[in-house]
């Protein structure tokens, strides 16, 4: 196990709030907190500009924030973000799974949103500023965590297209409950072919809002339909899987190997990637590549594809029963979850909440 809470050049001002949700509010939020619908009390705030760099790092109480009305992230989208979770463990202790990969993921989406790099260390240490003050908003009720949104816009007042000079970091926290309402129960995913989420040489690679907005319509019609969430195709054949728009998806195969899509406009997902060393711990075949639409109809039909699964912070892996598409099914509604997929799922809920050993050193303690 790992302690990323090295000794940082930011020195943070707290300024605790005096209007925080009283003992009763808080127990009754935890008892039914939902997905992103209640906030702590608190949120980090760190400004950077050109001159200046990263400075004035501060946690002040959770509330609106101000903007000019030219500020550029209104106008230009300038505007990445991340999402990851704190648990409480057995002996009180408070831990979050792998805060390094999604800080470096926000480096590589900042790159290609022209903003500035948040360094790995200054990242860890806003979690762990914002877990001091905010500790009691750690559920410790089964599958409940705290949902710690990290996100980065431009903020500076002007209209011009260029790079933004002045920029803010905040981090809000919000407590959390299963992200489906129907638990781990497996679900349909509408295949969108009319909308692409990104294409070859856009920001499908980032972690940015505007690759959620453009999903949003997709994701309309996909409710439409009975679906919870809508897969992508490429924009360029709609032939080739992408990812949800959400979450990345995940195929087993009848000989065991485990197949995810391979694409330069998916997100990289820390779920997947820890989902992947599982399999292959287990000495499972792991396989990134090209998958067709028609390889996953085939296969299903066939039994050659005998579980499908989707995966990401949020949901952590939600199996999948079937795909609908306008003029197509792929497996059944009633379909079961896979053995497979729920044994994933279950080992890596069992390291993130610590209880069984962390023998790959995915967590970091936030409270120490």
């Known amino acids: 196990m790992k302690n990323l809470l090295a000794p940082t050049t930011l020195q943070f001002m707290v300024k605790p709030n005096q209007?925080?949700?009283?003992?009763?509010?808080?127990?009754?939020?935890?008892?039914?907190?939902?997905?992103?619908?209640?906030?702590?009390?608190?949120?980090?705030?760190?400004?950077?500009?050109?001159?200046?760099?990263w400075h004035?790092?501060?946690?002040?109480?959770?509330?609106?924030?101000?903007?000019?009305?030219?500020?550029?992230?209104?106008?230009?989208?300038?505007?990445?973000?991340?999402?990851?979770?704190?648990?409480?463990?057995?002996?009180?202790?408070?831990y979050t799974f792998r805060p390094e990969m999604n800080a470096e993921r926000m480096k590589r989406s900042a790159a290609r949103l022209a903003l500035p790099e948040l360094p790995t260390e200054y990242f860890i240490e806003s979690l762990r500023q914002l877990i001091a003050v905010?500790?009691?908003?750690?559920?410790?009720?089964p599958d409940t965590s705290l949902y710690l949104r990290p996100f980065m816009f431009a903020k500076e007042a002007f209209l011009g297209v260029r790079p933004a000079a002045k920029v803010n970091y905040y981090v809000i926290a919000s407590p959390a409950g299963a992200y489906f309402s129907g638990g781990v129960a497996p679900v349909s995913i509408w295949v969108s072919t009319d909308y692409a989420r990104a294409g070859r040489g856009g920001m499908g690679a980032a972690k940015t809002g505007g690759n959620y907005a453009s999903s949003l319509v997709a994701q309309q019609e996909a409710y439409d339909h009975g679906c919870a969430q809508v897969l992508f195709l490429d924009s360029e054949k709609s032939k080739y899987l992408e990812?949800?728009?959400?979450?990345?998806?995940?195929?087993?195969?009848?000989?065991?190997?485990?197949?995810?899509?391979?694409?330069?406009?998916?997100?990289?997902?820390?779920?997947?990637?820890?989902?992947?060393?599982?399999?292959?711990?287990?000495?499972?075949?792991?396989?990134?590549?090209?998958?067709?639409?028609?390889?996953?109809?085939?296969?299903?039909?066939?039994?050659?594809?005998?579980?499908?699964?989707?995966?990401?912070?949020?949901?952590?892996?939600?199996?999948?029963?079937?795909?609908?598409?306008?003029?197509y099914?792929?497996?059944?509604?009633?379909?079961?979850?896979?053995?497979?997929?729920?044994?994933?799922?279950?080992?890596?809920?069992?390291?993130?909440?610590?209880?069984?050993?962390?023998?790959?050193?995915w967590l970091t303690r936030l409270d120490a």
Request: with cysteine.
């Open 243 to 327: 990812e949800l728009g959400g979450m990345n998806v995940v195929f087993v195969y009848k000989d065991g190997r485990i197949v995810t899509p391979e694409s330069s406009s998916i997100l990289e997902g820390i779920t997947l990637d820890s989902i992947l060393q599982l399999a292959k711990d287990r000495g499972l075949n792991v396989e990134q590549r090209k998958v067709t639409i028609d390889e996953v109809r085939e296969g299903v039909a066939s039994g050659e594809i005998t579980e499908m699964f989707a995966c990401g912070t949020a949901a952590v892996v939600v199996p999948i029963a079937q795909f609908k598409a306008a003029n």
């Open 329 to 361: 099914t792929i497996g059944e509604a009633d379909a079961p979850a896979g053995e497979l997929t729920l044994s994933l799922r279950q080992e890596l809920t069992d390291i993130q909440y610590g209880r069984v050993a962390d023998r790959h050193g």
């Open 134 to 141: 905010d500790a009691r908003w750690v559920p410790d009720a």
């Open 56 to 94: 004035r790092p501060r946690v002040q109480p959770y509330g609106p924030i101000a903007l000019d009305p030219a500020a550029a992230v209104l106008h230009y989208a300038q505007e990445v973000f991340e999402g990851l979770k704190a648990y409480r463990h057995q002996d009180g202790g408070i």
């Open 19 to 53: 209007e925080s949700r009283s003992a009763a509010e808080h127990a009754d939020i935890l008892a039914n907190p939902g997905f992103g619908k209640h906030f702590t009390d608190h949120m980090v705030d760190i400004c950077w500009s050109e001159l200046g760099g």
